[in-house]
């Protein structure tokens, strides 16, 4: 027996974040294509993407100024990571959220620390942040700078 096919749920637009991912990575629709450009239009308005931009500061961090590392994945550079993992566009909170990260958990030789020490650099974290900043769509000459230094 075969089982049935998981891509008319995925392109559903009831959660336009699957949606985008599976127009995207499965039917590998380019960027500028109409129904790539709604889905991810519709992410920070829905679900996930909503409840965390929702809780957002107007300063761009998440649960307190700082590094934003800590809670583990509720502080600032876990939300951008999430973020970009549900595919959200870049947007003005999103923006805030990627200058946060970029101003104040990183160290001055371009490496990111969940303590702003030398102790603090962890390379799995600077992966994972300068690979959701660039999914976001944030262009800042320190993501060089960052990439250098991993």
Same mark, same amino acid.
């Given at each position: 027996?075969?089982?049935?096919?998981?891509?008319? @749920?995925?392109?559903?637009?009831?959660? #336009?974040?699957?949606?985008?991912?599976?127009?995207?990575?499965?039917?590998?629709? #380019? +960027?500028?294509? #109409?129904?790539?450009?709604?889905? *991810?239009?519709?992410? +920070?308005?829905?679900?996930?993407? *909503?409840?965390?931009?929702?809780?957002?500061?107007?300063?761009?961090? @998440?649960?307190?100024?700082?590094?934003?590392?800590?809670?583990?994945?509720?502080?600032? =550079? @876990?939300?951008?990571?999430?973020?970009?993992?549900?595919?959200?566009?870049?947007?003005?909170?999103?923006?805030?959220?990627? /200058? *946060?990260?970029?101003? /104040?958990? *990183?160290?001055? /030789?371009?490496?990111?620390?969940?303590?702003?020490?030398?102790?603090?650099?962890? =390379?799995?974290?600077?992966?994972?942040?300068?690979?959701?900043?660039?999914?976001?769509?944030?262009?800042?000459?320190?993501?060089?700078?960052?990439?250098?230094?991993?």
């Amino acid at each position: 027996m075969m089982a049935p096919d998981p891509l008319p @749920w995925l392109l559903e637009p009831e959660n #336009p974040s699957a949606r985008y991912l599976a127009l995207t990575g499965l039917l590998d629709l #380019p +960027p500028d294509d #109409p129904e790539v450009l709604a889905a *991810r239009a519709a992410i +920070p308005g829905w679900g996930a993407a *909503r409840a965390i931009l929702d809780a957002q500061w107007p300063e761009g961090y @998440w649960i307190a100024p700082g590094v934003g590392y800590s809670p583990k994945y509720k502080s600032t =550079v @876990w939300q951008v990571i999430i973020l970009a993992a549900l595919g959200t566009p870049r947007t003005a909170a999103v923006k805030r959220a990627c /200058d *946060r990260v970029l101003s /104040d958990s *990183r160290l001055p /030789d371009g490496r990111f620390s969940a303590k702003v020490t030398e102790q603090g650099a962890i =390379v799995c974290l600077g992966g994972n942040l300068l690979r959701a900043l660039m999914q976001l769509g944030f262009e800042d000459p320190r993501i060089a700078d960052s990439v250098e230094a991993l």
